[in-house]
């Protein structure tokens, strides 16, 4: 599996982080988040896929927003975080807005992941990876990818559980920072996710019912 820079995450993941985190990894072939193989496999083998999926996860579906870097990739021909940043917004912003549009709100997604795209770029070399490989314990770990533009507490707590549960990424102190509530960390096949999503919108009903209760 190859990176958009040339690299293998698997040998990225093996590599490094099990020298670091003396983790066995658990590397996995996809994660089953799209119902596309192809868009799930991409989520595992470049790294930027994973985040940029993560930065469209807001106001549409988990299906929706992990097939994002996919198509993102199939219309740009690449996903290089350099890349993507030295684009014109224009050019990029027609990008997402290309039918079928890539996010519910194009313009603002198409913002905010070139913003991600130039953190990976300026202050990661270009590697997306090297957010959690070069972590140096789990509140580092936090913290880089709360420095990260499209990534906010709940999106960052996520991603932790899905580096440590899937992927084996584990540095020292890391359960001091990963969730102890349900994420698409505990996702591991399609059953799972339905499950999943079944319960977040439970969830957000009762949370809107008790709202509704208060307000009255």
Known sequence: MRGPEGGSLGGHFSSVAATVYHARMTMPTSLPFTGDPDADRLLVEEPLALLIGFALDQQVTVQKAFSGPSELKRRLGHL??????????????????ERPALHRFPGSMATKVAALCAAIANDYGND????????TDGRDLEKRLLGLPGIGDMKAKSLIAVLG?????????????????????????????????????ARKAAARAAGDGADG
């Open 80 to 97: 290089d975080a350099a890349r993507v940043a030295a684009m014109d917004p224009g050019d990029l912003d027609a990008v997402f807005r």
């Open 165 to 201: 549960n899937r992927f084996g990424v584990r540095p020292p102190g890391y359960d001091a920072v990963a969730p102890t509530w349900p994420t698409l960390g505990d996702v591991d096949s399609a059953e799972a996710l339905a499950s999943y999503q079944a319960g977040k919108r």
């Open 128 to 135: 997306a990876g090297r957010v959690w490989r070069e972590a």
